[in-house]
């Protein structure tokens, strides 16, 4: 099949978990000091790289009759203008208006009817700086792809103008006879494999029913620690408006910590985060008791390819009950 490349299966969980009121993007924020470039010159530079992220051209195209997850394909009406959006922030541009600019920006839905992501260039801020705001859905990247997308936009921005730029064109999409032959061979190797995973249990039974049994304790376990957490003001409905703040933050103090305990940068951020939780919950007035949170971990290698999700998860403990920041982290 041409120039399609099939959801992931947890490609698929976060396209099927997009609802009106749960946008399934990542953002990222990223500040600039100088003065703006203009929007055709990012829309210039951005050109230039597309080439090391192709999937940034691409769109979902259904499988006929549900028969497969759905696929990428190259869109043949794609023009990066469309995916790029300006704006100036009013007087004085400090961060409060940044981040209500942002907070609006990610409430609102990226368009799923073609290459799901954005980019938006904020001029105006305080002290001659500017700030790009990305959007990506998370069934094209996970958050470590989203990083490695935005460096490749983003590196060696001072290098020397470019040339016109290169005409693009588009690969042919599957057709429909195509993406069905497709769907049905990926089923058929589906079937082989549960064949042969019965032909195991027979052979070997006691093996099987090991690796099985084993399965499905680490699935009762996830789902049994999902629903233990403890309810507090925060356990509410979601809606589709967002919030944004940010908290400035050295790298250099957050190592110097991760030193001195001998641990990791990965707890010291979460001891922070349930220093930030216990004083939120403090606030309200909750019940102050230990929380958990479902962190994220990369699974991608050198190897993998630089889009879709590698990820898997771990349930954290976040200590809000422990006044003293050092038995914290």
Do not use: Y
Request: with cysteine; aromatic share 6%; proline share 8%.
């Amino acid at each position: 099949m041409p120039s399609a490349s099939r959801l992931s299966v947890l490609d698929d969980l976060f396209l099927h978990l997009e609802t009106e009121n749960v946008h399934m993007h990542i953002g990222a924020v990223a500040l600039f000091g100088g003065p703006a470039p203009s929007l055709e010159e990012v829309a210039d530079e951005m050109a230039h790289r597309l080439d090391r992220i192709p999937r940034f051209r691409q769109k979902l195209a259904a499988v006929p009759f549900g028969l497969g997850r759905p696929v990428w394909v190259d869109d043949p009406n794609f023009e990066i203008e469309r995916h790029l959006r300006h704006a100036a922030l009013p007087p004085p541009g400090d961060r409060r208006r940044l981040n209500r600019f942002v907070a609006r920006t990610i409430s609102e839905p990226l368009d799923l009817t073609g290459p799901p992501w954005e980019l938006h260039l904020v001029e105006g801020l305080a002290g001659g700086c500017f700030a790009l705001i990305s959007k990506t859905h998370h069934c094209l990247v996970d958050g470590a792809a989203g990083v490695d997308a935005m460096m490749a936009f983003l590196d060696d921005l001072s290098a020397p103008a470019r040339g016109p730029r290169i005409h693009w064109k588009p690969s042919p999409a599957p057709t429909f006879d195509e993406l069905v032959a497709d769907a049905v061979r990926e089923q058929l190797t589906r079937a082989r494999a549960l064949a042969g995973e019965l032909h195991s249990l027979s052979v070997a039974p006691h093996e099987t029913a090991d690796r099985t049994a084993a399965a499905i304790r680490r699935v009762g376990d996830f789902v049994a620690s999902s629903f233990a957490a403890p309810s507090t003001t925060l356990n509410r409905t979601v809606g589709p408006q967002r919030s944004f703040e940010t908290v400035p933050a050295s790298f250099h103090d957050l190592r110097t910590v991760k030193n001195r305990f001998e641990t990791t940068l990965n707890d010291v951020v979460l001891a922070v985060v349930a220093g930030g939780l216990r004083a939120l919950l403090t606030e309200k007035g909750d019940e102050l008791q230990e929380l958990r949170a479902l962190v994220p971990v990369s699974l991608r290698t050198s190897e993998d390819s630089a889009f879709g999700n590698r990820i898997s998860s771990v349930w954290a403990p976040l200590p809000v009950d422990e006044p003293d920041p050092g038995k914290r982290l």
